[in-house]
């Protein structure tokens, strides 16, 4: 039987739904978004949406989905069922959640356009099978040597935008350590954390790459077909708007670098990288010292590489029950469109990694 969301009478909510039996395409019947977050060394991350649908934005941020994703509260919950209706529809086979909090994040990022929301979904479920090194086994537990590393820090205080700073620090990996696909796994994992608060899915979120430290070794470890990889799943295979992406502390061959990920770049994310070099006045230009660490010259205390990492361990369970499954796609014949091809980069590999050699 297909599910339907049905109103829930008498709520004081406005916008509560119940999925009246929802279909779970792994027939374990419906995941919810898990237990809510806990103030973590002082620092309150936003809790994850119950999993009875229930509007959490504030009037300012219903005006700005209204305004910049095209969401509209009376229509949001129609929205949502005319995209599960398409799931069902279309990809009968998906083994994929279809509660309304997890739909409205493909429908926000792609501003409630269905097509692109459904094609978004599929990107979503295909990058795992593209990419199993990545998705095999994902769960916060498996990463704690990155975190413990510092190499990914999510900074405790929004930017005057609502914006949460996702704080990478490249340098502080070596190519002996571990190989470089944890990495791209505790990226995926603090992202997956951060796109659950309604009020990421509206403001998005800030990158803030700090390339201290990061020489020949680092820069040339990834390739391009690994950089085509991470770029396609965050540009297309992932409900999340990266708002802004500011590199510091860049060395000579990050022009080499960025001629890796360039080619793979839509021209509207390209135009969001901002290189600042070693001048804080200039990050601090977008990034105010409210929200920044000591470290980058601002005035929130010392960069706490505890604190993120708990609070993805403390989701283990929920991340064990989201990736820890059965391939979603099993019986499913993806679009041309899901391909992540690689040939094109791997014959420039070459050239590009002489580039790096040179700046260097």
Same mark, same amino acid.
């Given at each position: 039987m297909a599910g339907r969301a049905v109103p829930v009478h008498g709520t004081d909510c406005g916008c509560a739904w119940q999925i009246h039996k929802q279909p779970m395409a792994d027939q374990n019947g419906h995941i919810d978004a898990g237990p809510s977050l806990e103030q973590v060394g002082g620092m309150g991350f936003p809790a994850p949406p119950p999993p009875i649908y229930c509007c959490t934005l504030t009037p300012e941020l219903v005006a700005k989905a209204r305004e910049e994703l095209q969401e509209k509260p009376e229509w949001r919950l129609r929205d949502v069922q005319a995209l599960r209706d398409m799931i069902l529809k279309e990809q009968p086979n998906l083994r994929t959640r279809l509660d309304d909090a997890f739909l409205l994040r493909f429908l926000r990022a792609r501003k409630f356009d269905y097509d692109r929301a459904l094609q978004l979904? *599929?990107?979503y479920h295909g990058s795992r099978r593209a990419w199993p090194e990545v998705f095999q086994n994902l769960k916060p537990s498996s990463v704690k040597h990155v975190l413990d590393l510092g190499f990914l820090i999510v900074l405790p205080r929004p930017d005057p935008q609502g914006r949460y700073i996702l704080c990478l620090r490249p340098g502080k990996w070596k190519p002996n350590d571990y190989p470089f696909v944890d990495n791209i796994r505790a990226i995926y994992l603090t992202l997956e954390k951060l796109i659950q608060p309604e009020e990421t899915q509206v403001n998005g979120i800030v990158i803030l790459v700090d390339y201290t430290g990061v020489g020949l070794s680092q820069a040339s470890n990834p390739g391009p077909l *690994?950089? @085509? @990889?991470? %770029?396609?799943? *965050? $540009?297309? +295979?992932?409900?999340?708007?990266? @708002?802004? %992406?500011n590199i510091i502390n860049e060395p000579r061959i990050f022009k080499g670098i960025f001629a890796i990920i360039k080619p793979f770049l839509k021209e509207k994310m390209a135009e969001r990288y901002v290189l600042h070099g070693s001048d804080l006045s200039s990050l601090h230009r977008v990034i105010p010292h409210s929200v920044l660490p000591e470290e980058y010259g601002g005035v929130a205390g010392r960069l706490d590489m505890s604190a993120w990492a708990q609070t993805l361990l403390e989701a283990e369970e929920?991340? %064990? %029950?989201?990736?820890? $499954?059965p391939d979603p796609l099993? +019986?499913?014949v993806l679009p041309d469109s899901m391909l992540y091809e690689g040939e094109q980069a791997e014959d420039s590999y070459r050239s590009l990694r002489s580039q790096l050699y040179y700046c260097y």
């Open positions: 979904l *599929l990107n *690994l950089a @085509k @990889k991470v %770029v396609s799943i *965050l $540009q297309d +295979g992932f409900p999340i708007r990266i @708002k802004a %992406v929920e991340f %064990v %029950v989201e990736f820890c $499954q099993d +019986g499913v």
